[in-house]
Structure formats: structure tokens, C-alpha cells
């Protein structure tokens, strides 16, 4: 199988988008393989509050807690007692803290820090980056290329007017574009309908997520299981969907790494892919023992679209020697 930068310097591949799910964070920290924050509490839960999670279908901490508090605005309307609501929603709350905590790090830890300063993937890659996680190691990452001044970089919030950091979509900014497709642990929707990114207070962000919680802002991800469930909840969102409209739109050539593209769960994101303008597609593969397998399926999704493969095993060291020959050549 070829390596990534085989494609590169032999021009089969341009690396104009670079398309991520959970194999990318998993590489850089691997306590992020679980399924869904839900799924890491869900037996440590009261028996009544998991039922809440399976009566609307859903493993979205979101939903379940803006539930929660319209069915006690309600109550309170009709002056009926909300007692046994309010605690289920401090500790559906609580449950959500938790599972943060014990699964993302704090950028304190120097194995993680080492691995976000040695990741080189967001310096190759010139237009966008699209990632389906919602953790916070694209924030990390545009943040070494912001304060190294490497790059020109937006995802798309400003400070202006406001005051305070709001998404305001404009397709016309020069520089690396980065779209969190499924939405991200540090975004939340404010009173006034805005998606507002949570300020770093604290040392660490991961901090302010949590006391953002804390004051009843829940992050703004997408964690329903079917394609169908996601694409329902971006479409629901005005920052969900400008960021699955962009998918769309992009043209030339798209990396995908760390993404199994399944039908059942990502059949949106294949959609998206084969609406674009996309010509080329370099899809990495990891389980060599199914490549073959993997190829059929991959290329039986993307029909009108030329497929190479690459070994993912080997894309950080390949993309940091691609990093290297641009500096050289600049």
C-alpha cells in the first residue's frame, strides 16, 4: 500500500481538504476511543435517567436536558410541582461533567501536548479541515499554527459586535478553514440563539467547558447514532449545517483519515462528499488485513470519484516530511 506522501510528490494528490473522525484524535490521545460520552456513564446513571435517554431515543446529553427544562418551565406554569425534574437534570449535568472529564485531558499533560506540537497535519493541508469530533484537538491544533504565526486560520467566530465569541459565517476569509461538522464540546447555544464558543478563563479550556456546564450551557454536539439522527440534528442548527453545506461545496482533492464511513452512521458525510466538486479522494486505511475489503467498499461509495489509498499507520511521519519539503521550497 502506498504511503501518503508517495501520493503527495508524485502530484496523485493535492492536499487542499483534510476530512478527520475519531482514528484521528484516538492517534493523538487514546483514551478517546469510547463510542459517545453517553455511553461512559450510562451504568453509573440513576435507573430514571437513563430511561429519559432511551424514551427520546437519543444518547445527546442536549436534547435530554433541554427536555428537562421546557418540562419545568411548563410545571411551573401550571404551579405543578418540578422537584423530581430539577434533580434529574443536575444529574443528567453531573453525569456529562464527568464523562468529559474522564475522557478528555487537560492540555497540562505533556504526552498530549508532545503530540499535538509533533502533528503536523493542519500546516500541509491548504483550504479546509472538516472533522466529525468534538473534542478539543482541532482547537489545540489551529492554536499552535495561530501562535506560531504560521497560517491564517478561522472557524468561523467572531468577537464583533457582540463581544463575546459568536459564529458568523463568511465563505470569503482568506486562510485555513476549519468546520466541526458534528459540532464541539466548547460551543453552546446562548439565550439569544447565537452558537458562542466558550472563552479560555482558566488554564486550560477544558476547565471553562465545565463551568460553562455548569451554568446550564450544554455543548452543542452530535452524538445520535444513525445518519439519520445526525443529519437531523444539523440540520436543526444553523452552525451545524453551514459547516455540512461546506462539505458540499469544496472542490479538488480531500484526504479522509480516521473515518470508517460507515452507511448506518456516516452515510450523510458520504452524501455530502459525492454531492461536492471533489475529484480525488486519498482515503487512509489502517487495518491492512482488510484492505481489500475496505477498498471494494470505499470505492463501491465514491463511484464517480477517483480513489487512492494510503497506509494510516504511517501519515503523522509522512506528513511532517511533507511539512519539511514545503519549508524548504518556501
Request: proline share 2%.
Amino acid at each position: 500500500m502506498n504511503d501518503y506522501k508517495d501520493l503527495y510528490f508524485e502530484q496523485k494528490i493535492k492536499p487542499n481538504h483534510l476530512l478527520i473522525g475519531n482514528g484521528f484524535s484516538i492517534s493523538v490521545w487514546d483514551k478517546f476511543s469510547y463510542n459517545s460520552l453517553y455511553e461512559n456513564v450510562e451504568y453509573e446513571m440513576d435507573d430514571i435517567d437513563r430511561k429519559l435517554f432511551k424514551s427520546f431515543n437519543t444518547s445527546n446529553f442536549e436534547h435530554i436536558m433541554e427536555h428537562l427544562l421546557n418540562a419545568i418551565k411548563i410545571n411551573k406554569k401550571f404551579n405543578i410541582d418540578t422537584t423530581q425534574l430539577q434533580d434529574s437534570y443536575e444529574r443528567i449535568k453531573s453525569s456529562l461533567i464527568s464523562s468529559i472529564i474522564s475522557v478528555h485531558p487537560d492540555y497540562e499533560n505533556l504526552y498530549l501536548q508532545t503530540n499535538v506540537k509533533q502533528n503536523y497535519c493542519f500546516r500541509v493541508f491548504t483550504d479546509s479541515v472538516f472533522t466529525t469530533n468534538y473534542d478539543l484537538i482541532p482547537y489545540w491544533l489551529i492554536n499552535e499554527l495561530l501562535s506560531k504565526q504560521r497560517r491564517n486560520v478561522t472557524d468561523f467566530f467572531t468577537r464583533r459586535p457582540k463581544g463575546y465569541l459568536y459564529f458568523n459565517p463568511n465563505k470569503n476569509l482568506d486562510g485555513l478553514k476549519l468546520f466541526y461538522l458534528h459540532g464541539a464540546l466548547h460551543f453552546y447555544i446562548n439565550h439569544l440563539g447565537d452558537v458562542v464558543k466558550v472563552e479560555n478563563r482558566h488554564d486550560y479550556l477544558i476547565q471553562s467547558v465545565v463551568e460553562s456546564i455548569k451554568k446550564d450551557r450544554a455543548p452543542l454536539y452530535v452524538s445520535e447514532g444513525s445518519y439519520e439522527g445526525k443529519l437531523r440534528q444539523i440540520e436543526n442548527n444553523h452552525y451545524l449545517s453551514f459547516c455540512y453545506d461546506s462539505l458540499k461545496e469544496i472542490d479538488g482533492d480531500l484526504t479522509i483519515f480516521g473515518l470508517d464511513l460507515s452507511t448506518d452512521n456516516d452515510k450523510h458525510i458520504i452524501e455530502a462528499i459525492n454531492a461536492s466538486g471533489i475529484e480525488n479522494i486519498a482515503y487512509g486505511i489502517f487495518d491492512k488485513s482488510r484492505q481489500e475489503s475496505i477498498k471494494e467498499s470505499i470505492n463501491d461509495k465514491f463511484r464517480d470519484k477517483t480513489i487512492l489509498f494510503f497506509n494510516s499507520g504511517t501519515f503523522y511521519d509522512n506528513v511532517m516530511h511533507i511539512n519539511s519539503d514545503i519549508v524548504l521550497n518556501t
